[in-house]
């Protein structure tokens, strides 16, 4: 709680030094700038001076809208100019850490007679009506309602706060605790963002490099893939707060100086000790709820927390899993690994040393499964609802597969990804009557890389059904109130070989080969030449047992065999070959009883994997299995013991 007693140094404890920076380090200072501009993450001053065109644009807007708000509502003239309103940023932007195309977070400050909905409603008006302003998304059943949208090409996340005052000035100070009496749960935590940022700049000692070391370590999270609170990972604010961190423990150091010391602190950080940046204050009269995990048990439960330096005290980072912790405890212990090797005589360069720490994560080359979330709809304005709706559940879907038994972990990547457009779907025209239109799809998928937990000695459960995850999650997203027929979310598993090549950069996939089988083991291997983005490889399953096996993650060895049924499971995507071969008999398909529907399946095999040209689809092999009542998306995953081989199975069923 919070102490009376004035410290002379900013934070909960003394700085660990106050040396000066030495030449080296301010040469390796000055490389990190370079590099962080070679990726652009400056903006010009024509940018910058946009921005702030925008800005005052958008407060002019909100002005005259208030304005006229008070004067429907009876205000007289001169009371209703006086009414004013105000427009303040937060985020990367307050900060001084935004970069070229980055978004402004902002927030519209409002009299106590100016209500939210007239937010929603009226101003919401005001702005479809303003030419500046496209891609208009009103969010008001958020946690933290919003307005998004793009003013004059900047993307622009626009909050509300409702004070308690007749009249809000420019010259309001967020920060004053007053502000917060008798304010609605929902703009208290609209104000929150502001104050944050305001109060972090407070307390580090030294603001330019602060921003210098906070932009390479943003990079560094985005560039590693653990920059996403809603995955939980860590968003900006706690990026920013532990930032501030190093830079109350160093504060004199030179940004890279504190770069480093932010890797070598919390790889050997004793989680869940908190990370605060001051102390707390006690809820006090104002009765807000502050983190305490010693009042409130859920606030005991959080695995990693970091706490917002302004009243009311948050952990932003609630939503980080076991495994989400051990995935950043990595990247920590692997950004230290890499200054302990420069600071060695033989170290690298200091150029090499930055673009080997920013390197790019090798998430779709890391898992050998993943799950893909396909999200679609027919129109923009509902993909993008739908789409920010099901990524703030994915962590759901994350928490769910972790409970299936033999799947160690889900690491979600924190990155949408839009596919390439797929022809609109025409309707077919009863007879007599003109062809409809055609129906446009508008899509987007997340994936997910699953660590197989396979016992070595093939004890343990034989089969990992991800369908109770699935199903819960489905059933948890389309229940949304707001979900439109043409909203759909498809969950469906793929093989490392067989990922799109949209989720690589030109020239970054890696490729891969079959090797075929020995005279007298006929198999069925694909044209390599193609690179398709539903690519498959499709082998006979005989005599799969004399193959060799390459090593899985955990040291074992395992194929996998996934197949995709003709008739579509919940949310899982079929595959509907155009002309099936004849059956072979030896259909690597599980059939629990007799239907009378025969369904089809590409059959696949991971053995043997050699780098070489992607797959395709078009040339898969397609093997027709017997009928059967369900559909199912099956990895047989076979482990190899000193003895004997079991098989373990991976399912998707209906």
């Keep these: 709680m919070a102490s009376s007693a004035p410290r002379s140094h900013p934070g909960i404890t003394p700085p660990i030094s106050l040396s000066l920076p030495l030449p080296a380090e301010t040469k390796l200072s000055d490389e990190l700038e370079k590099v962080l501009r070679s990726f652009n993450l400056f903006e010009s001053k024509e940018e910058s001076q946009k921005r702030e065109d925008i800005l005052g644009k958008l407060y002019v807007i909100v002005t005259d809208w208030v304005r006229a708000l ?18 303040f940023t937060f985020g990367s932007y307050r900060l001084g850490v935004h970069g070229s195309g980055a978004d402004i977070d902002t927030l519209c400050v409002a009299p106590r007679h ?12 005001v702005l479809r009506a303003t030419p500046e302003v496209t891609e208009l998304s009103p969010v008001p059943d958020a946690y933290v309602p919003v307005l998004k949208m793009k003013f004059d090409g900047i993307q622009m996340d626009l909050l509300f706060a409702r004070l308690s005052s007749s009249s809000v000035s420019v010259n309001v100070d967020l920060l004053d605790m007053k502000l917060l009496q008798n304010l609605d749960e929902k703009s208290v935590l609209s104000l929150n963002g502001c104050r944050v940022t305001d109060q972090i700049l407070k307390l580090v000692p030294n603001i330019t490099n602060f921003r210098m070391a906070l932009r390479c370590i943003k990079l560094w999270a985005k560039r590693r893939g653990v920059y996403s609170n809603v995955l939980g990972f860590l968003g900006g604010v706690s990026w920013a707060l532990l930032t501030g961190r190093i830079c109350q423990l160093y504060p004199n150091a030179a940004p890279a100086t504190l770069v480093s010391k932010f890797f070598k602190v919390f790889e050997g950080w004793k989680w869940p000790s908190p990370v605060l940046l001051c102390e707390l204050q006690p809820e006090g009269s104002l009765g807000r709820k502050v983190w305490n995990p010693k009042v409130y048990p859920k606030d005991k439960q959080h695995l990693m927390p970091i706490i917002t330096p302004a009243y009311p005290a948050m952990n932003s980072t609630y939503n980080v899993s076991f495994s989400t912790l051990d995935l950043l405890r990595g990247e920590f212990q692997r950004g230290s690994r890499i200054f302990q090797q420069f600071v060695d005589s033989a170290g690298p360069a200091p ?20 799950v893909q979330v396909d999200i679609t709809a027919d129109s923009e304005e509902a993909h993008r609802k739908w789409e920010g709706f099901v990524e703030s559940k994915l962590r759901f879907l994350v928490n769910y597969l972790e409970q299936t038994p033999n799947l160690k ?15 609109p779907e025409v309707p077919s025209p009863a007879e007599g009557e003109a062809a409809a239109p055609p129906t446009p799809i ?8 699953l660590m197989l937990d396979i016992p070595k000695d093939g004890s343990g459960p034989k089969t990992i059904d991800l369908t109770p995850a699935v199903v819960e999650f489905q059933t948890q997203v389309k229940s949304w109130m707001l979900r439109e027929d043409s909203m759909e979310v498809r969950v469906r598993f793929t093989r490392r070989t067989d990922l799109p090549s949209f989720v690589f950069d030109e020239g970054e996939r890696p490729k891969f080969k079959r090797k075929r089988k ?14 398709d983005d539903t690519a498959a490889v499709a082998e006979s399953p005989r005599d799969t047992s004399e193959r060799k096996r390459p090593k899985s993650e955990d040291g074992s060895s395992f194929a996998v065999t996934p197949s995709v049924l003709a008739a579509s499971a919940p949310g899982v995507q079929p595959f509907v070959p155009t002309t099936p071969p004849a059956p072979t008999g030896k259909e690597e398909i599980k059939s629990s009883a007799a239907g009378s529907d025969a369904s089809s399946a590409i059959v696949l095999d991971d053995s043997a994997a050699e780098p070489v040209a992607p797959a395709s689809a078009a040339a898969a092999k397609v093997v027709t299995s017997e009928p059967v009542p369900e559909t199912e998306l099956d990895v047989k995953v076979d482990t190899v013991s000193s003895t004997k081989k079991k098989p373990v199975s991976v399912t998707l069923l209906k």
């Design 114 to 125: 100016i209500e939210r909905s007239d937010f929603f409603l009226s101003f919401v008006e």
């Design 409 to 423: 972990f889900a690491h979600p990547f924190p990155a949408c990804f839009t596919p390439p457009r797929p022809e």
């Design 442 to 449: 508008f899509s987007s998928c997340f994936f997910m890389g």
């Design 518 to 531: 020995s005279a007298g083991a006929p198999s069925q291997v694909t044209d390599m030449s193609s690179s």
């Design 351 to 370: 150029a090499s040393v930055w673009h080997h720490l920013l390197e790019k994560s090798d998430f779709f080359q890391r898992y050998k499964a993943y």
């Design 70 to 87: 008070s004067q429907k509502k009876g205000f007289s003239d001169q009371l209703a100019s006086e009414a004013g309103g105000a427009i």
